[in-house]
C-alpha cells in the first residue's frame, strides 16, 4: 500500500472483494492494472480493466452499492476515502464530465444488452 496524494495505490491479488452489493460505499477505485468483475445478485454484469472505475455511485448518492466487484486476477487501484473523492470533484470539474460520460456508455450498454428495441425511448419520445 503507497499513499499518492489524494489516492493509496494497492496491490491485490485475484478474489479480492473490493465492493459488496448492498453495503454503504466508502471509497472509490481506479484501476491501474489487472481486472475486476462486477456482479449484482451473483450475476455477472460486467469486467473492467485498467483506466476504468468503480464506486462512483454510491459515494455520489450516498445509497448503498448496487454490485459486488472482485478481482479476477493480480489487480493495481487506486482508492480514494469518500472525502478524498469529494475533495477531487470539487477541484477538478472536468471530473464530473468524464464520470458522465462512463456513466452514459454503461447505460448504453446495459439498454443493449437488456431493453428490446421496440421500447426504447428515443429523442423523439422527449419532445
Given amino acids: 500500500m503507497r ?5 493509496t495505490l494497492l496491490d491485490l491479488p485475484a478474489g479480492k472483494v473490493l465492493a459488496t452489493q448492498g ?16 456482479t449484482r445478485e451473483n450475476v455477472p454484469i460486467g469486467t ?10 454510491s459515494l455520489l448518492e450516498r445509497l448503498p452499492r448496487v454490485a459486488t466487484v472482485t ?4 489487480t493495481a487501484v487506486l482508492v480514494l476515502t469518500a472525502g478524498a473523492f469529494d475533495d477531487l470533484i470539487a477541484s477538478v470539474p472536468s471530473v464530473d464530465r468524464k ?4 456513466l452514459a456508455n ?15 425511448i ?5 419532445t
Avoid: C, N
Fill in 106 to 120: 454503461r447505460l448504453r450498454d446495459i439498454e443493449s444488452r437488456y431493453v428490446p428495441a421496440d421500447a426504447r
Fill in 122 to 126: 428515443t429523442s423523439t419520445d422527449i
Fill in 71 to 74: 478481482t479476477t486476477e493480480p
Fill in 23 to 38: 453495503e454503504r460505499g466508502q471509497e472509490f477505485f481506479v484501476i491501474v492494472s489487472g481486472k475486476v468483475e462486477a
Fill in 48 to 57: 473492467l480493466g485498467p483506466g476504468s472505475f468503480f464506486g462512483e455511485m
Fill in 99 to 102: 464520470m458522465l460520460i462512463v
Fill in 3 to 7: 499513499s499518492r496524494g489524494l489516492a
